[in-house]
């Protein structure tokens, strides 16, 4: 679902449904950091495109939340999707926050950073040429919302279009 917020808080109310969702204070600030590690300003800020008044930024950049539900748990297990692509310069930034947001929080495998393992794949062009190859950033916790796991994702894609569907 799109969330149609204006700023972080706004998001973060919703992710957790407003507060019912227990536990996840201490995500708050893994999330904000990973979105500003890569280029996605969760906070508000107006734009105007193509004569559209009046968008949020947030809705510009196509935040999605959503929640698994399972017979197993009484509580939904958020997600959250964001496109960093909207504010980023190019791949090699948002590639470069992933990486440093793996690093900082013990993510990271040991083997090739996130960057290298897509520019080793999509060999098209530069990352610093553009953006549009790292598409969204996913993360959220896992299926038992209790547990205090977090995963991620991270989508990229073969750039299909000269210019991307938004």
């Known amino acids: 679902m799109r969330h149609p917020a204006e700023s972080f808080d706004d998001i973060w109310d919703y992710y957790t449904l407003g507060g019912r969702i227990p536990g996840l204070d201490e995500d708050k600030e893994?999330?904000?950091?990973?979105?500003?590690?890569?280029?996605?300003?969760?906070?508000?800020?107006?734009?105007?495109?193509?004569?559209?008044?009046?968008?949020?930024?947030?809705?510009?950049?196509?935040?999605?939340?959503?929640?698994s539900l399972s017979t197993d748990n009484p509580t939904p297990a958020p997600k959250i999707c964001f496109y960093p692509a909207n504010f980023a310069a190019n791949d090699e930034?948002?590639?470069?926050?992933?990486?440093?947001?793996?690093?900082?929080?013990?993510?990271?495998?040991g083997g090739k950073p996130m960057k290298e393992k897509v520019r080793s794949v999509f060999t098209h062009r530069n990352l610093s040429d553009t953006k549009g190859i790292f598409t969204?950033?996913?993360?959220?916790?896992?299926?038992?919302?209790?547990?205090?796991?977090?995963?991620?994702?991270?989508?990229v894609t073969g750039e299909l279009y000269t210019t991307p569907r938004i």
Not at 37 to 62: C, F, I, W
Not at 93 to 103: N, P, T
Request: glycine residues 10%; charged residues 25%.
């Open 30 to 67: 893994k999330f904000r950091e990973l979105m500003s590690l890569t280029s996605y300003n969760p906070d508000p800020t107006s734009a105007q495109e193509g004569g559209q008044p009046h968008y949020t930024a947030v809705q510009r950049k196509m935040t999605a939340i959503y929640f």
């Open 93 to 109: 930034i948002i590639g470069e926050g992933v990486d440093q947001w793996l690093q900082k929080y013990g993510w990271h495998d």
């Open 136 to 155: 969204f950033l996913g993360i959220g916790r896992k299926e038992d919302p209790t547990k205090k796991e977090l995963s991620m994702q991270v989508y």
